[in-house]
């Protein structure tokens, strides 16, 4: 898929993003400056900004998918899923303390991760086809951190700032996808103590297993595959939820368990 800019721009905009990660301080959407940047574009940022942090020593040990939910796509008013690159420094251990203070305005989303044993690859998986190259799915949070003031951007900066992926908490155990059927799984999120949203894996693309699939098929279009022993975020079980300094989030899975964390004040 061929990108409609210089690469001079696209690095400039990877520096954008990279700085409002790096000083926690949100700036406008890049479609504001850049108004016909397409997503071929976008991709092409969020892949600059990918080899950026790789050169700098970190390590890619996953991807994410954002908007794989009707209720994300509604809350953030985009039209189909964005993808991101997950790094060793996002990883958190279940029951972890995460540092507010590091992050602009995290939002919580409760996800089943898939890790694969099989390289994948193509535009047509089934659901199958991703379910019988997956090692176990693991109950998770992911913390979005969109770099952009008061969450306001579109589908093409979303893909730039790579899928607003900022920190995720792995729970303690990991399932056969042959014992625990993704589509079923309920979820529910509370807030220090309060419940304050649920859902489940149907909502995720009617399956979680087609976020994968949907996910590879993203990939292809730019001569890329999704290796073996890749952890993939398909996205939202729920709505992002609002967090501050301070909060205690649990998300609990049906059948999986609790995945748990809190912020620092």
Known sequence: MPHSITHDIISQIATRLEEAELNHKDLPKITDDFPDLTMADATAVNWEIRRRKLARGHKAIGMKMGFTSNAMRAQMGVSSPTYGTLYDHYRFENGATISFSELIHPRIEPELSFITHSELSGPDLSITDVLNATEAI??????????????????????????????FIVGPQ??????IDAQAVTCQLERNGE?????????????????????????????????????????????????????HFVARFSGMGDVHFHFSQ
């Open 138 to 167: 693991v109950p998770s949070i992911e913390i979005v951190d969109s770099r952009f003031i008061d969450y306001k951007f579109d589908m093409v900066s979303n893909q730039a700032d790579n899928s607003s992926s900022a920190r």
């Open 174 to 179: 990991q399932f056969s996808p042959d014992i």
């Open 195 to 247: 419940i304050i949203d649920h859902g489940s894996g149907a909502e995720v693309m009617e399956h979680p297993a087609a976020s994968v699939a949907c996910l590879v098929a993203m990939l292809d279009e730019v001569g890329k595959t999704l290796p073996a022993g890749s952890f993939v975020m398909t996205g939202g079980m729920t709505r992002a939820a609002a967090s501050a300094p301070g909060d």
